[in-house]
């Protein structure tokens, strides 16, 4: 069935205009801007071109998805949707017109005056280098092809779309990760002209065809592989077997590839995947304190100073700020940091047992201000070294055949967060499916109720606080040897934003999902600079998105899509409207 | 609020409807003079509560009479005030539910409150968390599916999803999972359409006579009578009348005030 003319226009307003406000947006902020000496593909589509296009593409491709109402699907033959995409193109593209010639009306400076990224090197950048008007003409016809091509692609079925969809985003990783696939192909010994080339630094236009291919090639591969596990696992349901390949075997070419990585990405981007490790550690350990336990905890950040300051207490030798010295070798001091952490864990714990949700939220946020307040404090100075903060914190070091390695070094320092990345994984996953795990479970949807079946929600509660804390300190004491003195100031309440933001990207409760959620949002910032300086408005821009429209998170976890997604509860909302039955005779009607 | 309902009788322990006298049995749950507080406002005064091996008791009452917080004090949600529970002659008033629960209480709580994003069979579960008996908790589970088949097509839903009906099973069949001693039930009838009522309650008998001790609470005092040993019926936080189901039934002021009939 198709869809009423009259919806179908509001509906491409609406997408288009919300187009219109993003790019409006990223300009005024400077991340146009900010993109547009990186190319992506040739010399002619930098980054910020792809900006300028980006919403409108997907406002297209997402507005003319099929809807369900009232138990019919509605779908737009290609012609539909073709032209809705273009208006949304057309809408977009109109509103960044409209801005330009508001500009030049009022005048650059004038502007200047409250956005300060509009500036004449903005303006050609939106006017593609050429005149106003030319230039104003061309984007605003890209723009109103883009929305076509890509609402077509939005009708298409999911079998081709996603190859397609699966190459594109191949080739703007590609592109966008240029410095990081080069260092490697190099490494690896193999050509790169043909891929990347030497004068713009983007991808080739074989490259970008050969990106392509790769990307659908893969999309392909994985429905047929998902196809074939599913054939597989009805056919071991029957048979009563085990798998043919067990996914243990498919986790050898997974560590051999993390194995070898810092000797394929050189020290800088070995550097930026410890950097990677440290918050991977983080987010595992919120995820037991807010995504298996369910108490939000935004104080996260006085763990990691713990466990900072711990080990550069424990193992400094010589006066580092603080009095004690007592200079014991890493790994010896990594239990006792982990006691520490626990402890306070237990300490941070048990005041705010009784409380729930937004009070919880406050009290820790208390708490974490209250880390910071301490290790800056005079009172604490002697141990903590106070406002200077500590210095002189040894590198773990160790010795192998004659060969001196010195952890705080990158590509040493990888293998050592990898270590610790790899241990908590492994415990957060077995306390996930343990009796623990199902406790935490139950507290988290109905604490009275988990009491009534004889969870001790205290016992948990603590519980998911030092265990969150003690893989927290492991964040911590890597981030002490990574840079080897430490400063109060490195302790704000934007790292417990940033582990928080880590675990909802990913999806509340999975590990795979904090993992990739610390690569997106501490990676991605780390490989390409630019990124840098809009982090927290990217994660500010991730989290709403994500809270808006993937609440479960990239990776979710089984139960917490249940949790999330209501529908199907609003299906059966009925049930809960349940008549109430006709009392024949009730007591308290009687007594009245 | 009619007030002839009458002075608080001694509970006639052990006078079932049967009319067998069995005066020297042990109560296996007792209620001794207990009063609750919540915070300055008092909600139970001296009540006494017997509950005998093997029966079913009921407790009714009009709302806020206290009929839920005399199942928490049970609990250890809330400590009484003054007075004190025992279990099998143990005082258990003072001690955390978690203890409460694993000496032999288990709840089938008002409204149900079934973790509604795990599934049924996740719920059951849970419900033998403080049990570590691998093989009997499965031969439990299959007990109660073999009691609710209804549950057995369902165990991979999401109790959240299920009808009003298929709920209150799941939340039986939870708290029967504990392998409790004494089974409380807190308004199993609420929300409920009337052929599920009965259902419901034919199912509680069932339970019954497998062995299982049950403190329901109701409303809907001709059901639960119907199906009881012996009832209180509770007033103002005061229990006013104690005694077999069967007199209860008859009982004049009972049937005046309660059972409406003029
Ligand atoms: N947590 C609480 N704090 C303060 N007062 C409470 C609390 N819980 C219950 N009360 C009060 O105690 C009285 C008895 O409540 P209770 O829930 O035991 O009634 P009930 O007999 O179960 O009623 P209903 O049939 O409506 O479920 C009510 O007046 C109620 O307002
Ligand atoms: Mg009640």
């Known amino acids: ?592 | 609020m009619s007030d002839g309902v009458g002075e608080q009788t001694t509970p006639t322990a052990g006078t079932r409807g049967d009319g067998q006298g069995t005066g020297d049995r042990r109560a296996i749950l007792e209620m001794r003079d207990v009063s609750t507080h919540y915070g300055l406002i008092s909600v139970l005064r001296h009540v006494n509560v017997e509950i005998f091996p093997g029966e079913i008791a009921c407790l009714l009452g009009g709302n806020a009479s206290g009929k839920t917080t005399t199942l928490k004090t049970i609990l250890g949600y809330v400590k009484p005030s003054e007075g004190e529970v025992l279990l099998e002659d143990e005082v258990v008033s003072g001690m955390d539910t978690t203890e409460v629960v694993r000496r032999g209480i288990s709840m089938v709580p008002e409204n149900r409150r079934l973790f509604s994003n795990m599934t049924v069979k996740e719920n059951l579960e849970l419900g033998a968390y403080q049990r570590r008996d691998r093989k009997a908790i499965a031969k439990d589970m299959e007990e109660i599916l073999e009691t609710f088949p209804r549950l057995r097509e369902r165990l991979s839903q999401k109790a959240g999803t299920l009808s009003g009906g298929e709920q209150q099973m799941v939340a039986m069949g939870r708290a029967l999972m504990a392998k409790p001693k004494v089974l409380l039930m807190d308004e199993p009838s609420m929300g409920l359409a009337p052929v599920l009522v009965d259902q419901v309650f034919k199912i509680i008998k069932d339970i019954n006579e497998l062995g299982t001790t049950i403190f329901v609470v109701e409303q809907n005092a001709n059901m639960a009578l119907s199906i009881a040993d012996r009832g209180y019926v509770l007033q103002t936080g005061q229990v006013v009348l104690a005694d077999t189901a069967q007199s209860l039934l008859n009982n004049p002021q009972m049937r005046e005030a309660y059972l409406g009939e003029l």
């Open chain 1, 1 to 592: 069935m198709t869809m009423a003319r009259s919806e179908l226009r509001r509906r491409a307003v609406r997408a288009g205009l919300l187009a219109a406000v993003a790019i409006v947006y990223l300009c005024l902020v400077g991340m146009v801007q900010a993109f547009s000496t990186r190319n992506i593909v040739g010399g002619n589509l930098p980054l910020s071109r792809i900006l300028l296009l980006l919403p409108s593409a997907v406002a297209a491709s997402l507005a003319v998805r099929p809807r369900v109402r009232g138990g019919v699907t509605m779908e737009l033959n290609m012609g539909e949707a073709a032209g809705a995409g273009a208006s949304i193109g057309l809408i977009a593209g109109a509103a960044v017109a409209v801005g330009i010639g508001i500009v030049n009306l009022i005048g650059q400076e004038a502007v200047r005056g409250v956005f300060n990224a509009v500036t004449s090197a903005l303006m050609l950048t939106l006017t593609l280098q050429r005149s106003t008007v030319v230039g104003t003409a061309i984007l605003v016809a890209l723009s109103t092809a883009t929305g076509a091509l890509f609402a077509l692609a939005g009708v298409l079925a999911p079998r081709l779309r996603r190859p397609i969809v699966t190459g594109l985003t191949v080739v703007l990783l590609m592109g966008m990760l240029q410095s990081v696939v080069r260092v490697m192909l190099v490494q690896l010994g193999l050509a790169t002209q043909w891929l990347y080339s030497v004068t713009f630094g983007g991808l080739t236009y074989l490259g970008a065809v050969a990106s392509f291919a790769a990307g659908m090639a893969a999309a392909r591969l994985w429905a047929l592989r998902r196809e074939a596990a599913a054939a597989d696992a009805a056919e071991r349901a029957e048979a009563g077997g085990r798998p043919r390949i067990p996914r243990a075997m498919l986790l050898v070419p997974v560590g051999f590839v993390l194995l070898a990585l810092p000797a394929l990405l050189g020290t800088f981007l070995s550097a930026v995947l410890g950097q990677v490790g440290i918050f991977v550690l983080m987010g595992l350990g919120l995820n037991i304190v807010v995504g298996y336990a369910g108490l939000l905890d935004l104080g996260y950040v006085a763990f990691f100073a713990v466990g900072a300051y711990a080990t550069g207490v424990l193992t400094a030798a010589v006066n580092s700020g603080s009095s004690l010295h007592p200079g014991l070798p890493f790994l010896l001091a990594v239990p006792i940091v982990v006691l520490i952490a626990v402890a306070a864990g237990l300490l941070i714990g048990g005041p705010v047992l009784r409380l729930r949700g937004d009070y919880l939220a406050i009290v820790t946020l208390g708490f974490g201000e209250i880390a910071r307040v301490l290790v800056t404090s005079d009172w604490l100075k002697s141990f903590l070294g106070g406002a200077q903060g500590l210095i002189a914190i040894p590198a773990p070091t160790m010795s192998v055949g004659g060969l001196h390695i010195d952890f705080r070094n990158p590509q040493p320092f990888y293998y050592l967060a990898l270590g610790f990345c790899l241990l908590a994984a492994f415990v957060s996953w077995r306390l996930a499916n343990s009796r623990v795990g199902r406790a935490w479970n139950a507290m988290r949807e109905d604490e009275q109720v988990a009491e009534a079946m004889g969870v001790s929600t205290v016992r948990y509660k603590l519980l998911a606080f030092a265990c969150g804390a003690a893989i927290g300190s492991l964040g911590g004491a890597l981030f002490a040897v990574q840079i080897g003195s430490l400063a109060p100031s490195s302790f704000v309440f934007f790292i417990s934003i940033q582990s928080l933001a880590i675990i909802i990207l990913g999806g509340m409760g999975s590990i795979p999902g904090v993992i990739v959620g610390a690569l997106v949002l501490v990676g991605l910032p780390g490989f390409l600079t630019e990124f840098a300086e809009y982090q927290p408005l990217i994660y500010g821009a991730v989290l709403v998105a994500i809270m808006l429209y993937r609440p479960e998170g990239l990776i979710p976890n089984v139960r917490r899509t249940r949790e999330l997604h209501e529908e199907e509860v609003e299906q059966d909302a009925w049930l809960e409207g349940v008549p109430e039955p006709a009392p024949s005779m009730t007591l308290g009607e009687a007594v009245e």
